[in-house]
């Protein structure tokens, strides 16, 4: 018995269960915290998505089939359109989680809020750098990260032009290679025209899960390219190609909203009450002013509302 050599093993032991544990709580860009859980974004999408049948679909399809492809030519993009409160934000958290282990909250995940990180249409060249910065030191520490860009209808025209090397159809440029890495737009554009186009489906008594993304597929990007306060007004994202899917997000209805309430009452262990996920939908407000179809919010303030109500 060597009592220093037995010392060394134990210290040694030490050391190899600290770098273990460091590691199950450090997150690493690897399979064990970044794993596509296709399962689980289907269940989620079906339980907790309301009222988006073609986002649903479009979404579950162009995620599953990136992530099973080992050499995609090109990183994901994604560009999600509707009026406010439709859960563009919503699900892009529930794509976050089902990919990251650490969902919204993981390192490998990067939100820019249009008003909040480039308020300044003068300091557009600024911005312009430090987003290429950005995103090229992010990636090249992990090629499976994730940028949601919010609000980039509020984002000074020309300032996503300058990502446009990012999505590209390059192998790799300056060492780092960007085809494993998702890239998501939320935008207001085109949100009036899909409810125009909602609106007719529901004036001629069609159900609204009859709508499909081939009517408003062409319309979307067309009305978006053209619209100065857009963010992707007269980009080349748009006329290359760069975009690989326009998804439509539907204005949500009264049956909506009140899913919305009784999901809240969920998370936040209320017993599910009807009376009060129906008073929480007749309190919001509903477009056109005649018809009142649209819930004119969406899915917004329901956790207030509830406050209110319960
Ligand atoms: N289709 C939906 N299904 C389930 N919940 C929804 C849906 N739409 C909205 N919600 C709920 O409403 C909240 C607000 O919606 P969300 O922020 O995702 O809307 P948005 O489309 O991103 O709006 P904005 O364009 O104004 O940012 C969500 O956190 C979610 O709780």
Not at 13 to 41: A, H, M, P, R
Not at 59 to 77: C, E, M
Not at 201 to 217: A, H, M, P, T, V
């Amino acid at each position: 018995f060597e009592p220093f050599t037995e010392a060394r093993k134990v210290l040694a032991e030490i050391v190899k269960l600290g770098k273990t544990t460091y590691s199950f709580f450090q997150e690493s860009c690897d399979d064990s915290w970044i794993d596509f859980n296709s399962t689980g974004l289907q269940v989620d999408l079906e339980q907790k998505f309301f009222g988006q049948h073609i986002a649903s679909k479009v979404l579950l399809k162009a995620i599953t089939d990136f992530a099973n492809n080992k050499t995609p030519k090109k990183p994901l993009v994604l560009s999600l359109h509707g009026l406010t409160g439709t859960g563009k934000s919503f699900v892009s958290q529930l794509l976050a989680s089902n990919i990251y282990k650490k969902g919204m909250s993981s390192s490998f995940v990067h939100q820019f809020v249009a008003t909040v990180h480039f308020p300044y249409s003068s300091e557009i060249d600024i911005y312009k750098t430090q987003l290429q910065q950005w995103i090229k030191g992010n990636v090249s520490s992990c090629a499976r990260s994730m940028f949601i860009f919010d609000e980039i209808d509020k984002m000074p025209p020309g300032l996503i032009d300058s990502i446009k090397p990012f999505l590209d159809y390059y192998d790799n440029q300056d060492g780092v290679s960007y085809r494993r890495t998702i890239f998501i737009f939320l935008s207001h554009a085109g949100g009036e025209r899909i409810k125009q186009v909602a609106f007719e489906f529901w004036e001629n008594g069609k159900d609204r899960e009859e709508i499909q993304l081939s009517d408003l597929e062409e319309k979307v990007p067309l009305e978006v390219f053209n619209n100065k306060y857009s963010g992707l007004w007269h980009t080349s994202l748009i006329d290359k190609y760069l975009i690989d899917f326009f998804i439509p997000f539907l204005p949500l209805e009264y049956r909506h909203v009140r899913l919305c309430a009784l999901a809240e009452m969920a998370i936040r262990n209320m017993e599910p009450d009807e009376d009060i996920a129906d008073k929480v939908a007749k309190d919001m407000m509903y477009s056109p002013q005649e018809e009142r179809v649209f819930s004119s919010k969406g899915c917004k303030k329901i956790a207030s509302k509830l406050v209110y109500y319960k």
